[in-house]
């Protein structure tokens, strides 16, 4: 599923070259439950922009399902993400102005799936996470968990092959963080690929296994399963 071998990205600040990601190198394999944790300035977020294909490496390569994205164009790396990679973030990036089930259909709006089966899809994706009772609502009237649950749905809606989820449960309380997680597990259960970025040790036991970065560069943590 996933690749990396040496990817190294560099920035300039004030003169001087900064390393986010010094020579990382990693495998994630189809049907994986990965964390990768880290703290602020740790690199984490360049490398979730890496593997989701919303930033390019410096150096190094990058397979996603086979294919050698250092090889792709800008037009080939958003269709890439369009068809491969299912979004989930911190602060849910809803659209006000949509209720629930039009929020859902966007990622095959964007495909040019016709109205019909996009509006079948995505109430299917609603009622999978628990909202079938909740399609018609904005995000403005439903709770932090509801609005994650609409994000994890859109992400799901196109069938990715990847699940790339930043800090999900970093704008909810404890207890609504807690189902959320239950609910990646579920999905994992299912044979979904995840990967979630995250700074919190108790989110990222919870995953099959966790990549702590450091600095820039990746340190395997111990396999948690079982």
């Known amino acids: ?40 300035g740790s690199g984490k977020s360049t490398l979730m922009n890496i593997i989701g294909c919303l930033d390019v490496q410096d150096s190094g390569t990058y397979h996603l399902d086979g294919v050698d994205t250092s090889k792709y164009s800008g037009r080939q790396l958003a269709r890439l993400r369009s068809t491969h990679i299912g979004f989930i ?7 006000g102005k949509l209720n629930a089930l039009e929020n859902v259909e966007l990622p095959l709006i964007y495909q040019g799936v016709g109205r019909r089966q996009r509006r079948r899809r995505a109430e299917e994706a609603l009622s999978s996470v628990g909202l079938s009772d909740r399609m018609k609502h904005r995000p403005s009237q439903l709770s932090g ?7 994890i749905a859109r992400a799901l809606v196109a069938n990715p092959h990847l699940i790339l989820a930043d800090e999900p449960t970093g704008n909810l309380d404890t207890a609504t963080g807690n189902e959320i997680m239950g609910l990646f597990e579920q999905l994992h259960e299912q044979g979904n690929t995840i990967v979630l970025i995250t700074h ?7 995953a099959q296994r966790a990549l702590r970065i450091v600095d820039g560069r990746i340190q395997p943590e111990e396999n948690q399963e079982g």
């Open 200 to 206: 919190d040790r108790g989110v990222a036991a919870r």
């Open 145 to 151: 968990g509801q609005q994650q649950r609409v994000a």
């Open 1 to 40: 599923m996933i690749k990396m071998r040496d990817i190294t990205k560099c920035y300039q600040l004030g003169g001087e070259k900064v390393h986010a990601l010094d020579r990382v190198s990693f495998d994630i394999d189809d049907g994986e439950y990965v964390a990768i944790i880290g703290p602020s």
């Open 89 to 95: 973030f911190q602060g849910f990036n809803l659209l």
